[in-house]
């Protein structure tokens, strides 16, 4: 007689967190300043508020923007802000820096109001692989909430995990 397979993964108290369920839906859009400067470099005040003026900033419309310069020019500060001003009764969200910057804000502000009471007392996997651009201070993030309240947390997939914390008993 054949032995019964029992499936212990799913009997478990293991629990999975993936942060790609939580990444949020829109555009992605990195807004370089960089084409409203002067040769590239300079910053002219009435030509740049032109610019501003004149721009289609519904274009941006549940977006989620990245204001940067990626030359290395001197930019004031009243610059970024002056876009971000235009941009934000549109866009979703506004950061200055990068993309990466940008997703991080955005997990960091997720994160924040994530109820995680189901994890507690129990061994958590953080789900490692996506399709999604999930920057790694997202995980770091997670960590910090999961630590004071799981059992134990492993990265990667159930059949393969890394360990990363286990609570003192």
């Given amino acids: 007689m054949a032995e019964e397979i029992i499936n ?6 293991l629990k999975t967190f993936d942060l790609e369920e939580i990444y949020p839906e829109g555009d992605r859009v990195l807004f370089d300043i960089k084409d409203w400067l002067f040769q590239e470099l300079i910053l002219k005040e009435k030509d740049f508020r032109a610019y501003v003026k004149d721009h289609d900033w519904s274009q941006y419309r549940n977006s989620f923007v990245a204001i940067t310069c990626s030359v290395e020019a001197i930019i004031p500060s009243w610059a970024f802000m002056l876009i971000a001003a235009e941009v934000t009764p549109f866009a979703k969200k506004v950061v200055v820096g990068d993309l990466e910057l940008l997703e991080t804000v955005l997990y960091q502000e997720l994160l924040s109001f994530v109820d995680l009471k189901d994890f507690t007392d ?3 996997i953080i789900k490692g692989c996506a399709e999604k651009p999930i920057p790694n201070s997202a995980f770091a993030f997670l960590i910090a909430k999961l630590q004071p309240i799981a059992k134990s947390i492993l990265f990667g997939e159930a059949c393969s995990t890394v360990p990363l914390y286990k609570a003192k008993k």
């Fill in 8 to 13: 212990r993964v799913v009997s478990s108290k």
């Fill in 122 to 124: 129990c061994p958590v």
